[in-house]
């Protein structure tokens, strides 16, 4: 399953929104030094998190965007599903408000879909690694760390008694 550069450049947005310390704004165009990252891309991806009500904006010479919640309650489905959509591992899937999954070729067989079963597993499965993944944790993940050795370095030793 592929995602876009929708999904990639969205969550890389928020990242860097969640970087941000208290709930500094931070103009789109710092996001897009930052990241990389084309600047009218981020805007209309920035248009669908605001749909979400994932991000807000400020307006004026100190404006930008910023998370609209902490990043401990932003999930990566949340996210995901704002710029991309439902999430579905093949074209013929489709979930219903009820949360059941139905497959356009069921129509065609009498016996249901022979492959219902793999696809559906993959799905939950994708959609459990990113309803099990808050932004504040990608947040951590990227911000570099010093390397185990320099922290022992940087520590007088410890001297036991006997």
Same mark, same amino acid.
Request: glycine residues 8%; aromatic residues 4%.
């Given at each position: 399953? *592929?995602?876009? !550069?929708? &999904? ?5 947005? @928020? ?23 084309? *600047? ?26 910023? *998370?609209?919640? #902490? &990043?401990?309650?932003?999930?990566? +489905? +949340? ?10 591992? @093949? ?14 070729? $069921? +129509? ?11 696809? !559906? ?9 990113? &309803?099990?993944?808050?932004?504040? $944790? ?7 760390? #010093? #390397? ?5 370095? +940087? ?8």
């Amino acid at each position: 399953m *592929l995602f876009s !550069t929708k &999904a990639e450049y969205g969550v890389r947005l @928020m990242i860097e929104l969640g970087r941000q310390p208290g709930s500094t704004p931070i103009s789109l165009n710092s996001v897009a030094e930052a990241e990389n990252l084309p *600047l009218s891309y981020l805007e209309h991806l920035v248009a669908k998190l605001r749909k979400a009500e994932l991000v807000t904006s400020t307006r004026g010479a100190h404006g930008g965007y910023r *998370l609209a919640k #902490p &990043a401990t309650e932003i999930r990566m +489905d +949340d996210v995901v599903q704002a710029l991309e959509g439902q999430i579905a591992p @093949m074209e013929c899937f489709h979930e219903t408000p009820e949360g059941r999954v139905l497959c356009s070729h $069921e +129509d065609n067989s009498a016996g249901g879909c022979a492959t219902k079963l793999l696809w !559906t597993r993959v799905q939950n499965g994708v959609n459990k690694a990113l &309803a099990g993944t808050t932004l504040a $944790e990608l947040v951590e993940f990227s911000t570099p760390h #010093p #390397p185990p050795a320099a922290e022992a370095r +940087d520590k007088p030793p410890v001297v036991h008694a006997l």
